[in-house]
């Protein structure tokens, strides 16, 4: 059972441009949403996350928006960086289970 | 350093034989978890304990075993690897009660079965 759906599989945009990457869950029950980058080589590493009570958090380039109705949430990256080119993971917390379901991830490739 | 260590960094073994991996938290959390990591990025959750006690334990054959000495230490034991457990298994602690953000990874074990 596939609880944490993540879209699209690949995105490559242009230096500047917006990307944005999507998930959606099923569970009610989650109550932390965060969003990890993998880079080659390395393990992932938390770059934002949100709660259910809030429908929007911003870091710098970085903003979750989130939509509880519709069980949505995604990840817009600014003026995107070839620096940002990296593996991207959303995942969901249930304190029940202590654990984080994560997300098949999107591989995000910025060009120059 | 406070950090997830996890020994050895890479394995290479023959189908059949035993392999164990080493994890340790030094960050003073009470949970901890083995993810497998496949060939797609797929990150799936094995086990995750706290306490030193079980509390998650995904369909995972039952060639694996996780085991713990106390709650800064989680290792995993693979008897009779199979060609499909190439991977890269990942561990992570963090705060049962903690903020959610301090689930931290480590750098991984990645395991080439031939």
Known sequence: QQQVRQSPQSLTVWEGETAILNCSYED?????????????????????????VSNKK????????????????SLHIADSQPGDSATYFCAAHNNAGAKLTFGGGTRLTVRP | ??????????????????????????????????YKQDSKKLLKIMFSYNNKQLIVNETVPRRFSPQSSDKAHLNLRIKSVEPEDSAVYLCASSSW???NSDYTFGSGTRLLVI
């Open chain 1, 58 to 73: 911003e870091d710098g380039r970085f903003t979750i928006f989130f939509n509880k109705r519709e069980k949505k949430f």
């Open chain 2, 1 to 34: 350093e406070t950090a997830v260590f996890q020994t050895p960094n890479y394995h290479v073994t023959q189908v059949g034989n035993e392999v164990s991996f080493n994890c340790k938290q030094t960050l003073g959390h009470d949970t901890m978890y083995w």
């Open chain 1, 28 to 52: 009610s029950t989650f109550d932390y949403f965060p969003w990890y980058h993998q880079f080659p080589g390395e393990s992932p590493a938390l770059l934002i996350a949100i709660r259910p």
């Open chain 2, 97 to 99: 009660t903690g903020p």
